[in-house]
Nanobody
Framework: QVQLEESGGGLVQPGGSLRPSCAAPGSISSIHGMGWSRQAPGKQRELVASIFNDDSVKYVEAVKGRFTNSRDNAENTVYLQMDSIESEDTAVYYC?????????WGQGTQVTVSS
């Protein structure tokens, strides 16, 4: 069973920064892509950022220019650098990896934006 280890969420003021990370087991060698989704209270989960094996990266419009998705292939780890955080970014952030057998999800990390 694939277990993803997330960390790095927390409480942040508007305009601040966070850098959640998510590590997949080192034994996995067939990851097609990695990324992050989020679910705000009362809303559906939405895809936030994706990074693929060709290093192409995609973002939801709401975070473009503020969030940066990066990947350490040697460590099977994906990061989400969150800058200029806004109150609308409050959500549980879930990392995911895309494998031949399907999508695997992390347990989620809470990001709360409050002054």
């Amino acid at each position: 069973q694939v277990q993803l280890e997330e960390s790095g969420g927390g409480l942040v003021q508007p305009g601040g920064s966070l850098r959640p990370s998510c590590a997949a087991p080192g034994s996995i060698s067939s990851i097609h892509g990695m990324g992050w989704s989020r679910q705000a209270p009362g809303k559906q989960r939405e895809l936030v950022a994706s990074i693929f094996n060709d290093d192409s990266v995609k973002y939801v419009e709401a975070v473009k220019g503020r969030f940066t998705n990066s990947r350490d292939n040697a460590e099977n780890t994906v990061y989400l650098q969150m800058d200029s955080i806004e109150s609308e970014d409050t959500a549980v952030y879930y990392c995911w990896i895309s494998l031949p057998i399907g999508i695997k999800w992390g347990q989620g990390t809470q990001v709360t934006v409050s002054s």
